[in-house]
């Protein structure tokens, strides 16, 4: 089953709540918050405060993406702010392998991802470590940049790699997708999706609800 997990850094940080209310009902079982340091990217968003603030209003899955230098330092910061899952970028950890072991010593799905421009065939040998693997299909940084094609490519490499050595690994992709291009990643073995702008900066309910309609073409 496909599963979508919008992100939250296009919300209206003014209407957080508000925003999050008109998710509900949907079937939606996580959502997606990105952290980031003004360091590993030239953004800075938001971090503990908020996550904790929305954890009680908020029955789901906390998918949290973290761009941010030296993530380990964290770790248990997050899982008190009532993150589920950490996904980190291979290029942001001196000890990578000792990152990914932090997060699951803390009790939570261990995420990883990596700049488009980093070869992706280096992030293969920690497959056997983690429960997601995060396409990125924009540079990270913001939200509402436009899908870059060549991360295709990588996609198809991971489905092809987690399938061929039975894997558990799933893999969610996140940047630029829109309900107009989200089939194409589809098609190529995505199973989860992130989308900011597509949603927030619509008609949040009517956009999860079309989303759930085209995912449901993939059952
Ligand atoms: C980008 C973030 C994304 C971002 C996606 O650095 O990791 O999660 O919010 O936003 P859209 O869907 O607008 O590209
Ligand atoms: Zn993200």
């Known amino acids: 089953m496909v599963r979508l997990s919008p992100s939250i850094l296009s919300a209206n940080f003014a209407n957080l709540q508000g925003d999050l209310d008109q998710t509900k009902g949907c079937g939606l079982k996580m959502i997606h918050i990105d952290v980031m ?3 590993f990217v030239p953004n800075i968003s938001f971090a503990f405060k908020v996550i904790s603030d929305i954890r009680d209003k908020n029955d789901y899955f906390f998918d949290t993406h973290l761009m941010i230098e030296e993530p380990i330092r964290y770790i248990d910061e997050f899982k008190k702010a009532g993150s589920d899952r950490i996904t980190v970028h291979y290029e942001a950890c001196k000890d990578l392998k000792a990152t990914l072991k932090a997060i699951r010593d803390a009790g939570m799905e261990v995420g990883l991802t990596a700049k488009p421009e980093t070869d992706p065939k280096l992030l293969l040998k920690y497959f056997d470590q983690i429960d997601l693997i995060l396409v990125m299909s924009v540079r990270p940084g ?6 870059m094609e060549e991360t295709k490519a990588t996609m198809d490499l991971y489905r092809k790699y987690i399938d061929e050595n039975n894997l558990k690994v ?8 829109k309900t107009t291009n989200v089939r194409e990643v589809l098609d190529l ?6 989308s900011g702008s597509d949603i927030f900066a619509k008609d949040i ?3 999860i609800l079309t989303y759930h309609e085209i995912f449901k073409e993939y059952e």
């Open 37 to 39: 340091d003004g360091i």
């Open 142 to 147: 913001f939200g509402g940049q436009k899908f």
């Open 170 to 177: 799933k893999m969610q992709v996140d940047g630029g997708i």
């Open 189 to 194: 073995g995505v199973d989860e999706v992130v």
């Open 205 to 207: 309910k009517s956009q």
